[in-house]
């Protein structure tokens, strides 16, 4: 007989999974889990503006989209978004969002070339790191010719993040990667790998209005609380 399809690791942690989250750093650092969507959705924004791609003509794919926090931001700005997650559990929360169900980690449920923008937040540290080129693979086949790639990640640089992970129930089987190895991925992919890496999560929320300009003068600097790495589909 064979063994059975283990459950989605997050249909474990998706009915309490704010709580779950819970840190006394994190919360220091910003009183609302929104806080960290919107700095997501604001580098996306910088980034589309600076490569010229206008999202109301676009297609947006979150892969690992879990509760849809990163959709629910963007989705309207977008001629069509949608998300796909290993979790049935966690997708409960998507209510009103197009998503779909991936029966296999290392499969996307959609058809070649159907995205201009395709993200994967937080989700490859969760992948152990001998499935990472296939899924890599995945985002690059679902691209379409000229499309943008962007991992973002925990940095496991930052001593802040390091401490966060360690004690955080979901990310118990987590093995954090560098920016340079989200780079290598893309590259093993196919596709091309933008120089533009971006640090960032330097400042909290209270400071980050007025920071925000030392922020940006830091992104190059391998030291935020996060990165986001970006690879163009030729
Ligand atoms: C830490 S959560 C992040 C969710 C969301 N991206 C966010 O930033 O809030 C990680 C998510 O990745 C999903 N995941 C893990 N492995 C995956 C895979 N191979 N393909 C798609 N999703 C995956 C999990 O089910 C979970 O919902």
New binding site residues.
């Given amino acids: 007989m064979m063994d059975p399809v283990p459950a989605?690791?997050?249909d474990r942690y998706a009915e309490e999974y704010a709580k779950l989250l819970d840190d006394p750093i994190r919360r220091k650092f910003a009183g609302e889990t929104a806080f960290f969507?919107e700095r997501k959705w604001e580098l996306l924004e910088k980034y589309m503006q600076r490569i010229g791609m206008l999202p109301e003509q676009s297609s947006w794919l979150?892969?690992?989209?879990?509760?849809g926090?990163?959709l629910r931001l963007g989705s309207a700005r977008f001629a069509n978004a949608a998300g796909?997650?290993?979790?049935t559990g966690?997708m409960k929360a998507c209510e009103g969002l197009h998503v779909v169900t991936?029966t296999d980690?290392?499969r996307l449920p959609f058809e070649d070339s159907s995205f201009d923008l395709v993200t994967?937040?937080?989700?490859y540290h969760?992948?152990e790191p001998a499935?990472r080129p296939a899924?890599t693979s995945e985002i690059a086949r679902v691209l379409r010719p000229g499309g943008t790639a962007c991992i973002?990640e925990h940095n496991p640089f930052n001593p802040a993040t390091q401490i966060i992970v360690r004690r955080t129930p979901?990310d118990e089987n987590a093995q954090l990667l560098t920016a340079r190895t989200a780079r290598r991925l893309l590259s093993a992919a196919g596709l091309g790998v933008d120089q533009w890496t971006s640090y960032f999560l330097y400042f909290p929320q209270k400071m980050y209005r007025k920071a925000r300009g030392i922020e940006a003068l830091l992104e190059k600097v391998p030291a935020g609380g996060q990165y986001a790495a970006f690879g163009r589909k030729r």
């Fill in positions: 989605p690791e997050f969507f979150d892969v690992g989209c879990g509760a926090e990163l796909c997650d290993v979790s966690m991936q980690p290392s994967v937040v937080c989700v969760h992948v499935g899924l973002i979901v």
